[in-house]
């Protein structure tokens, strides 16, 4: 036996689409209370290839980063980063807006006061 296609239109011809008032998209407070709880929730030490992902260095500098800020842990044959630590670390190297393009001056300052 061959089906036969119905008659039928894809959608109602008698409801107006248009003066539907749409649900939004998202509820902003639910989004709010789920990024509370994904910062709780977040990973408090990192492996090498996780914080080499999440911090987009390459293995040599992050280990260099994470050893002058103390945010190296081992245990045995395990090495974790702490994320709190370094994320406290890598603030220290925030520019300011408009700092960048001053030739210079500013970047050996910060140097400077980093050395001291």
Same mark, same amino acid.
């Given at each position: 036996m061959k089906k036969e296609k119905e008659d039928?239109?894809? =959608?109602? %011809?008698n409801k /107006?689409?248009?003066d539907d008032d749409p649900k939004p998209l =998202?509820?902003?407070?639910?989004?709010? %209370?789920?990024?509370?709880v994904i910062k709780r929730i977040r990973k408090e030490f990192l492996?090498?290839? %996780?914080?080499?992902?999440?911090?987009?260095?390459?293995h040599k500098k992050l280990l260099e980063?994470?050893?002058d800020c103390g945010a190296l842990f081992r245990d045995g044959n395990v090495v974790r980063i702490?994320? /709190?630590?370094?994320? /406290?670390?890598? %603030?220290n190297f925030h520019v300011p807006a408009g700092q960048y393009k001053t030739g210079g001056r500013y970047e050996k300052k910060a140097l400077q006061e980093r050395q001291e």
């Amino acid at each position: 036996m061959k089906k036969e296609k119905e008659d039928r239109p894809y =959608f109602d %011809e008698n409801k /107006n689409y248009l003066d539907d008032d749409p649900k939004p998209l =998202f509820d902003r407070q639910k989004v709010i %209370e789920e990024k509370v709880v994904i910062k709780r929730i977040r990973k408090e030490f990192l492996s090498y290839k %996780e914080a080499e992902i999440v911090y987009s260095l390459q293995h040599k500098k992050l280990l260099e980063m994470a050893d002058d800020c103390g945010a190296l842990f081992r245990d045995g044959n395990v090495v974790r980063i702490n994320r /709190n630590i370094f994320d /406290n670390y890598l %603030e220290n190297f925030h520019v300011p807006a408009g700092q960048y393009k001053t030739g210079g001056r500013y970047e050996k300052k910060a140097l400077q006061e980093r050395q001291e």
